[in-house]
């Protein structure tokens, strides 16, 4: 098993790029910020294009740039264009018809897992790319 920082490294290309508005970057410069692979970034970027809060120019002085105002960006969505599918999933094992915790658990914890990401949804709504990017600057002080 693994955990997924896609919305992590989404959080971080669009603070990234809030930070450089009204400059753009390309996913070289943005994948030093993060230090990763550049085909990280781009993957996530294209992600952050299909939902429009990235624009992407190609070319020789292309790059990438915010396409929404970054106090309009709320993490919910972010994390909702990273992570379409969301986080908490019940196993794919077949249940055991004999033992009544495997026939009972799958849909016991789909209701808990979908009640936990409806809270956390609910609290990153409540926090902006603009937020991000302060807080970033409060702290490299």
Known sequence: MTTSTRFAVACHVLVALAHRA??????ENIAGSVN?????????????V???FVEGRG?????YSLARDPRKITLDR????VEPDGVLDV???QENRVCFVSCAIKEILGGVFARAEASML?????????????RAASASR
């Not at 009204?22 to 996913?27: A, C, D, F």
């Not at 070319?59 to 790059?63: D, P």
């Open 22 to 27: 009204p400059e753009s970057g390309t996913s």
């Open 36 to 48: 990763t692979n550049p085909v990280v970034v781009r993957r996530i970027l294209g992600m952050l």
């Open 50 to 52: 299909q939902v429009g």
């Open 59 to 63: 070319g020789r002085n292309g790059g």
């Open 78 to 81: 972010v994390f909702r264009a």
């Open 91 to 93: 196993h794919e094992n």
């Open 122 to 134: 609910e609290r990153l709504h409540e926090t902006t790319i603009a937020d991000l990017l302060r």
